[in-house]
């Protein structure tokens, strides 16, 4: 993805020279002289939080005054002082969603079963905990900050008066880990008595059986958790620190009060066994997530995995090959590409087309939609696209 945008940024310059191309994001902030180095038609990199930086920019300021940007000048790389992050979140606008063709036209996508018109809001930044292949404390640090819940609200009245969105995605990386701003923003989901369902990210160890009661009531249908591994011993080495309990104590929940789950896995991580992957499958079948996406462990530059990777020589300097379904390299596993294929591609299929699995989804049907038959085909048909595309030989 990273090297598409760079042809695109080729093309650009080729029929606009006088355009000037900034990129931002994960990869220029964790590598910003190596970015600089291979990418050859960029003007400027903006490092972390890019909102107040633009605004500098765009006013002409001299760029060995701004903070927060790297930039080539006569051949020689210059990387200015980070800036500092914003404390106050709820001083930047929203989104400008006017600028879209059509707000009409979004959803989130059949894995959320969503409604539509849909909206994604972002209602945090950043994450506390230090998780070794995560990306987000490039941008954010390991720290994270919330947006009152006055504000979400707020963000929410726009969206259904002015564009009557029937579904929000909160895409925080943990929208339930401040349980008091959660509670005054289901209370206000539920006072405001709008015909909104949403949905959004959590951890195994950040929701009781009080709070996704409350949830629920305001409008959560799902919630999509990183659980990553079965295994005690992988989730330690991923430095997760989540136990497997609380995985399992936390699908309960769900299940009791009627929230979907959708749950993330990753192979081929540290310590990562035929033993290991087998408590991850027996792990998968006791929770019953509703969804489930399997990856192969990716070093996404800046994280600790991906200093490892360095450490150990095993890092690729071929950013096409940094995908999360067909990443080469591994680190202190034994597994090869073409073994955690195989493991992935026969997880969905062991998983979706079992006994318990479409049962369990059967069994659903009393409250909700007939769409359950179809959202059970295209999961079969997930199946057959991943184990068909990807194949190295």
């Known amino acids: 993805m990273f090297l598409l945008f760079a042809e695109y940024q080729k093309k650009i310059k080729t029929q606009f020279n006088d355009i000037q191309i900034i990129l931002g994001g994960v990869h220029p902030t964790a590598l ?22 633009i605004s ?21 790389i210059f990387i200015n002082p980070p800036r500092e992050m914003i404390p106050d979140l709820d ?54 900050r919330f947006r009152s819940a006055e504000n979400v609200l707020k963000e929410i009245d726009f969206l259904v008066k002015k564009y009557n969105i029937k579904e929000v995605l909160f895409y925080d990386d943990h929208f339930t880990l401040n349980k008091g701003r959660l509670i ?25 059986l009080e709070t996704a009661k409350l949830m629920k009531r305001s409008g959560c249908h799902m919630i999509s958790f990183g659980v990553e591994s079965g295994s005690q011993i992988v989730l ?7 136990l497997v309990q609380d995985i399992i104590n936390t699908f309960e929940i769900c299940k009791i009060v009627g929230i979907n789950t959708k749950a993330s896995f990753i192979f081929g991580g540290p ?34 995995l991906y ?54 989804q059967i069994r659903k049907l009393s409250f909700r939609k007939i769409s359950t038959f179809f959202i059970l085909f295209k999961n079969i048909l997930i199946i057959f696209i991943y184990v068909n595309t990807g194949k190295r030989k």
């Not at 849909?118 to 998780?131: E, H, I, K, T």
């Open 307 to 360: 200093q490892l990777h360095e450490q150990s020589g095993i890092a690729s300097d071929d950013w096409v090959s940094y995908n999360q379904t067909t990443y080469t390299h591994f680190y202190d596993t034994k597994f090869s590409y073409n073994q955690l294929r195989k493991i992935v591609a026969k997880s969905y299929r062991s998983y979706y087309l079992s006994f318990n699995y479409i049962f369990s």
């Open 91 to 144: 001083i930047l606008p929203f989104p400008a969603r006017e600028l879209l063709p059509d707000m009409n036209n979004y959803n989130l996508g059949f894995d959320w079963e969503g409604r539509k018109p849909a909206a994604m809001v972002f209602s945090s930044r950043g994450c506390p905990f230090n998780c070794i292949y995560c990306a987000s404390k490039v941008m954010w640090k390991r720290k994270i």
């Open 271 to 304: 310590k990562e066994s035929y033993s290991t992957i087998k408590e991850t499958l027996s792990l998968i079948k006791k929770i019953l997530p509703d969804y489930v996406w399997f990856f192969i462990m990716t070093p996404m530059p800046g994280t600790k």
């Open 32 to 53: 910003p002289e190596k970015t600089l180095k291979e990418i050859k038609f960029i003007d400027l990199l903006v490092l972390g939080e890019g909102e107040l930086t």
């Open 56 to 76: 500098e920019l765009m006013g002409n300021t001299k760029l060995d005054e701004i903070k927060g940007i790297a930039y080539l000048k006569n051949d020689k």
């Open 184 to 208: 005054a923003i289901c209370e206000g989901l539920i006072s405001r008595n709008y015909n909104l369902s949403w949905c959004c990210l959590s951890r195994t160890d950040c929701l009781d």
């Open 236 to 242: 330690d080495a991923m430095e997760k620190n989540v």
